[in-house]
T-cell receptor, first 117, second 111 residues
Framework: DAGVIQSPRHEVTEMGQEVTLRCKPI?????LFWYRQTMMRGLELLIY????????DSGMPEDRFSAKMPNASFSTLKIQPSEPRDSAVYFC???????????????FGQGTRLTVV | KQEVTQIPAALSVPEGENLVLNCSFT??????LQWFRQDPGKGLTSLLL?????REQTSGRLNASLDKSSGRSTLYIAASQPGDSATYLC??????????FGRGTSLIVHP
């Protein structure tokens, strides 16, 4: 298996532009997680899907952020409009379990490094 | 609010040393704890998951212990190797099942 695949690996955009990050989870996994990692705040869970349904989005920082999972093999995280403080590495992870992000071994993608200028 | 602290923040050791990485958390009402490894430019890799009913877990040269009452966990790495160089993070449930991560210990093992 190719693992969790994220695209793009790097994204540089201007403030105010829309940014879409993409994730393909491991085939057969039924849970998907989006994380953000910054120097200031460390690693934070943004949103968690189970069987394509958002279970908890309490970590989504603002209404500018939205995430979708239209099917079991694809998810997007969208920021509109983007701001410089959104600059971070965004990770997608998937797992077999429905027990939440702390009850299972999750497999992480390599991340998307977003820079908003 | 759950807070997780990892000490030391950075560590540089010669190959072959036995290491102890520390993780402390403020809310001891946790049901498990995970240790992860992060290589530069990569995502996290789960190393060990300890349930609250367990006191320790072992995987190869890695051994993690959990003391809920004192709010502490340690990751012991035996006979360290250059390939162990990475950042090690611990995570505990914060609110509900949402993980709270420590900032990590950056480990360099030099030949």
């Amino acid at each position: 298996d190719a693992g969790v695949i994220q695209s793009p690996r790097h994204e540089v955009t201007e403030m105010g532009q829309e940014v879409t990050l993409r994730c393909k989870p491991i085939s057969g996994h039924n849970s998907l997680f989006w994380y953000r990692q910054t120097m200031m705040r460390g690693l934070e869970l943004l949103i968690y899907f189970n069987n394509n349904v958002p279970i908890d989005d309490s970590g989504m920082p603002e209404d500018r952020f939205s995430a979708k999972m239209p099917n079991a093999s694809f998810s997007t995280l969208k920021i509109q409009p983007s701001e410089p403080r959104d600059s971070a590495v965004y990770f997608c992870a998937s797992s077999l379990s429905s027990g939440g992000p702390m009850n299972t071994e999750a497999f992480f993608g390599q991340g998307t490094r977003l820079t908003v200028v | 609010k759950q807070e997780v602290t990892q000490i030391p923040a950075a560590l540089s050791v010669p190959e072959g040393e036995n290491l102890v990485l520390n993780c402390s958390f403020t809310d001891s009402a946790i049901y498990n704890l995970q240790w992860f490894r992060q290589d530069p430019g990569k995502g996290l890799t789960s190393l060990l998951l300890i349930q609250s009913s367990q006191r320790e877990q072992t995987s190869g040269r890695l051994n993690a212990s959990l003391d809920k009452s004192s709010g502490r966990s340690t990751l012991y790495i035996a006979a360290s190797q250059p390939g162990d160089s990475a950042t090690y993070l611990c995570a505990v449930p914060g609110g509900s099942y949402i993980p709270t991560f420590g900032r990590g210990t950056s480990l360099i093992v030099h030949p």
